[in-house]
């Protein structure tokens, strides 16, 4: 199973989804580019805590970071932080 399948991208916090981005070496004009539907407005929203994205567009991020890190990488960061 992949790290991106074994996590609930709900229980994602703020912090950790910005350290997700980070570690898998985007910045969030790079992730507006990489997918459709979603802008860095959203990101910074979801970062902040200020908006959460649908579950959909939620998994998909997760997907796209999953891409580029370990299932430990992935699953150290969104259960520690």
């Known amino acids: 199973m992949t790290a991106s399948g074994s996590i609930e991208p709900t229980d994602i916090s703020p912090l950790a989804w910005r350290l997700l981005r980070i570690a898998a070496g985007y910045e969030q004009r790079a992730v507006e580019r990489e997918l459709d539907d979603i802008l860095q407005a959203h990101i910074s929203m979801l970062e902040s805590g200020s908006r959460a994205l649908s579950n959909r567009r ?13 299932p430990e990488q992935v699953t150290a960061i969104a259960e520690h932080f």
Do not use: I, M, P
Request: hydrophobic fraction near 45%; proline fraction near 0%.
């Open 58 to 70: 939620r998994q998909t991020l997760l997907e796209l970071y999953a891409a580029e890190l370990s």
